[in-house]
Nanobody
Framework: QVRLVESGGGLVQPGGSLRLSCAAS????????IAWFRQAPGKEREGVSV??????????YYADSVKGRFTIYKDNDEKTVYLQMNNRKPEDTAVYYC???????????????????WGQGTQVTVAS
C-alpha cells in the first residue's frame, strides 16, 4: 500500500523559512518521482516542485513563482522528500500536498492528472 504523509506545516512570518517533509512508504523513490503541489482556498491545485528518481538523475523542477526561494531534496535513504521554503510570501499560503508518479513527463510535471498517489496535505500559512 502506497502512503504519502506530509508534515512540517504551520505558521511562518513573511520572509521566514519552513521545511515540509513527505514520508513515503510502499513506493520506491529509486524509481518514482515526488512532487509538491499546493492549493489555496478557491484556487486550483498547482505544482510547486518535483524531484525525480535517481534513475532519472534526481532532476528537479520548480514553478516560476518559487524559483530561488524553495528547494526540493531527498534524505540519504530516499524515503523522505523535503521542501525547504525560504523567503516566504503571503501568497504561499495554501495546503501543500506531496504526490508520486512513476515517470511524469518533465515538460508537464505539474499536471495533477499524472500523479497516482497523494498525501492528505499540510497547511502552511504565511502571515505577520
Amino acid at each position: 500500500q502506497v502512503r504519502l504523509v506530509e508534515s512540517g506545516g504551520g505558521l511562518v512570518q513573511p520572509g521566514g523559512s519552513l521545511r515540509l517533509s513527505c514520508a513515503a512508504s510502499g513506493v520506491s523513490l529509486d524509481y518514482y518521482a515526488i512532487a509538491w503541489f499546493r492549493q489555496a482556498p478557491g484556487k486550483e491545485r498547482e505544482g510547486v516542485s518535483v524531484i525525480y528518481s535517481k534513475s532519472r538523475d534526481s532532476k528537479t523542477y520548480y514553478a516560476d513563482s518559487v524559483k530561488g526561494r524553495f528547494t526540493i531534496y531527498k534524505d540519504n535513504d530516499e524515503k523522505t522528500v523535503y521542501l525547504q521554503m525560504n523567503n516566504r510570501k503571503p501568497e504561499d499560503t495554501a495546503v501543500y500536498y506531496c504526490a508520486s508518479e512513476f515517470n511524469p513527463p518533465p515538460d508537464n510535471w505539474n499536471r495533477t492528472s499524472w500523479y497516482d498517489y497523494w498525501g492528505q496535505g499540510t497547511q502552511v500559512t504565511v502571515a505577520s
